[in-house]
């Protein structure tokens, strides 16, 4: 029931057609029965900065920020967290009585899936799939974690060049760069313990796709994991699974993500195995 105590949590983005977060926030919200509605917000790249303004004046208690903010929306943001300040992006904002304090939980909700899966990153060589927001994310906790070295592996080898020294700079971990059709790809994949896509590359609607790695370099101990979740069986996963591999698939990730936002914005233990029976469900249908 909407009424005057009612306060506002939401998505900042463009475009939203296909998001799941509203579902799955105000599912999550009504089943602890906490006075909040989640919305979407739609905005126009040339209304960021209205937006955010509108933020602070109406008192929304807080969004998920995502594709193409997370990263322009730093310069309006008051406080950033040690992940959002390491990683230059934000995924939550939390509006803290007119401060607006931003947040990383992409990076986090990875770890949290693998974790889930039983998969620990320390001492692993890692090949990571691609350079942009989500990789360097994933990277830093990849990083902090322990993981022994990590090859950035990108369309864009200047990218992947940037990212490596990033993950180094960062977390002192050694990595190295590659572009998409090098051979070192097929030495790596061959020596590392873990591959993560993080490219959108197979994503619906184009879920035949798949990154440029042949499943043949694929040995027995490889945990291959994808970032995205739709569909939540990729094609480099199903490759990887029919191989018989350990998998870990995006839904995780997406659910964790949430699952920290939640309590940032409620400060309330996030009811997960609910947020993520609501995704799969709507991933299905
Ligand atoms: P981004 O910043 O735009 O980066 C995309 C990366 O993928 C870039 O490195 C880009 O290479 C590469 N790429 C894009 N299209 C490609 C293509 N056709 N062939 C080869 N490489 C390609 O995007 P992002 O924010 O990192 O998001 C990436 C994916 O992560 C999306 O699918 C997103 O849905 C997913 N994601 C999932 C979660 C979750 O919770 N599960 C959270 C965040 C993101 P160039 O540098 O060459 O352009």
Redesign the pocket.
């Known amino acids: 029931m909407i009424n005057t105590e009612t306060r506002i949590l939401g998505i900042l983005g463009f475009p939203l057609g296909h998001s799941l977060s509203p579902l799955m926030h105000n599912r999550a919200l009504q089943s602890l029965g906490l006075n909040y509605v989640y919305v979407a917000f739609a905005v126009a790249r040339h209304f960021l900065a209205d937006a955010v303004k509108g933020l602070r004046g109406l008192g929304v208690a807080g969004v998920n920020v995502t ?1 193409p903010f ?1 990263e322009e929306i730093l310069p309006y943001l008051d406080e950033l967290s040690t992940e959002a300040q390491a990683c230059q992006a934000v ?1 939550v904002v939390k509006n803290c009585q007119g401060r607006l304090v931003g947040y990383n939980t ?1 990076g986090p ?2 770890m949290a899936a693998l974790t889930e899966a039983g998969v620990t990153p320390a001492g692993q060589r890692i090949v990571l799939l ?8 994933v990277a830093y906790q990849l990083g902090r974690a322990g993981s022994q070295h990590i090859t950035c592996v ?3 080898r200047g ?1 992947a060049e940037q990212l490596a020294e990033f993950i180094t700079g960062q977390t002192g971990v050694p990595a190295s760069a590659a572009g ?1 059709d090098e051979e070192e790809v097929e030495k790596a994949v061959q020596a590392a313990g873990m591959l993560v896509n ?4 197979g ?1 619906f609607p184009a879920t035949r ?1 798949m ?1 440029p790695v042949n499943p043949e370099w694929f040995h027995h101990e490889l945990v291959v994991c994808d ?3 739709n569909p939540a069986q990729t094609r480099l996963l199903l490759a990887a699974r029919q191989r018989g591999l350990r998998t870990v698939d ?2 995780g ?2 659910v964790h ?1 949430g699952a920290l936002a939640f309590e940032i914005f409620t400060g309330c233990p996030a009811p997960v195995k609910l947020m993520r029976e609501v995704v799969v469900g709507e991933l299905a249908r």
């Open positions: 594709v997370k995924n992409d909700g990875f691609g350079a942009g927001g989500a990789a360097r994310a990108n369309r864009t990218k998409w993080t490219t959108p590359v994503m796709e990154p970032v995205i979740y995006g839904v990730m997406f993500q």
